[in-house]
């Protein structure tokens, strides 16, 4: 069965830098898009980034752009997000999530477009 691990969340202090990691299992990781989703006490899901199955197609919030990169591993099914220059409001529960389609590139904001979704590492921002 798919499954989506992530890991690598915690508390930081503005300014610092964290890596989560999403490893996959289940699925022929290298053919599918994926996604990191976070999610803020009290507010909606934001589509944080996106890539392609083969890593060249990416996208990303507009609040996140310059500070955060997206990468994957295709070879060890994992995928990655370096979160830098962090903010309060940061502060989220971080998924990592799966598009539906192989092949196909990353659709923001589209959950009908992912079929599964991982159990979150928690990310909290604070001084």
């Known amino acids: ?5 992530e890991s690598g969340g915690g508390l930081v202090q503005p300014g610092g830098s ?3 990691s999403c490893a996959a299992s289940g699925f022929t990781f290298r053919r599918y898009a994926m996604y990191w989703v976070r999610q803020a006490p009290g507010k909606g899901r934001e589509w944080v980034s996106g890539i392609s199955p083969g890593g060249i197609g ?3 919030a507009d609040s996140v752009k310059g500070r955060f990169t997206v990468s994957r591993d295709n070879a060890k099914s994992t995928l990655y997000l370096q979160l830098n220059s962090l903010k309060t409001e940061d502060t989220a529960m ?3 999530a799966k598009h539906r389609t ?5 659709m ?3 959950p009908d477009t992912i079929d599964y979704w991982g159990q979150g590492t928690q990310v909290t921002v604070s001084s």
């Not at 069965?1 to 691990?5: A, D, K, M, S």
């Not at 192989?102 to 990353?106: I, L, N, T």
Request: charged share 15%; aromatic share 22%; proline share 5%.
């Open 108 to 110: 923001a904001g589209r």
């Open 58 to 60: 990416i996208y990303y």
């Open 18 to 20: 964290l890596r989560l």
């Open 94 to 96: 971080y998924y990592c």
């Open 102 to 106: 192989a092949y196909e590139a990353p």
């Open 1 to 5: 069965q798919v499954q989506l691990v």
